[in-house]
């Protein structure tokens, strides 16, 4: 029995397409491929979870002192004149933030090995980057915590039109 399904492509094309999809079933909740497709998909998203909500809580918090410039009512920098020059002035905010731990700092690693990155946003000036592996570590984490695997769900939804080929929705639960 074969370990996995090589999806007529190579295996440079197969890996790309896998984490692609992927990727795609983690920033948007469910995805329609084909069969075949969403069965390899399932694996390889299963995993990524079943660690995120193994190491969820391996983390510690921690203050730090960050330099925040100061604002005016209309949400401007202050400025003022230091030896001839316009400078922003700031001020010292006690700040706490997560450190993972090494065990989670590994995990974290290997799931962005296998995750791209995602933008959000039709605009330009609305695109931003989403951070997958904080989205699984919080989000996912929290809401799987309390089961055993089975994080996914595979639906059929009949044959594609063009080559017959069954296709499914695959989807977090």
Not at 19 to 29: F, P
Not at 134 to 161: C, H, P, S, W
């Amino acid at each position: 029995m074969a370990k996995y399904r090589k999806l007529s492509r190579t295996s440079s094309q197969r890996k790309a397409l896998l984490r692609g999809q992927v990727t795609a079933l983690l920033a948007n909740g469910k995805i329609v491929t084909t069969e075949a497709k969403a069965k390899e998909v399932r694996k390889i998203a299963e995993r990524l979870i079943a660690k995120a909500v193994k190491e969820k809580d391996n983390y510690e918090e921690i203050v730090v002192k960050a330099k925040v410039p100061c604002r005016d009512e209309n949400g401007k920098r202050i400025k003022e004149v230091v030896d001839g020059k316009k400078v922003a002035r700031y001020d010292l905010v006690d700040k706490t933030i997560k450190k993972d731990l090494p065990s989670r700092y590994h995990v974290r690693k290997e799931i962005n090995k296998v995750l791209y990155t995602v933008t959000e946003g039709t605009k330009k000036k609305d695109r931003h980057k989403v951070d997958l592996c904080d989205k699984l570590f919080g989000e996912y984490a929290e809401k799987y915590a309390t089961r055993n695997g089975g994080y996914t769900r595979i639906v059929k939804i009949g044959q594609r039109k063009g080559d017959g080929a069954l296709e499914v929705i695959l989807e977090l639960v």
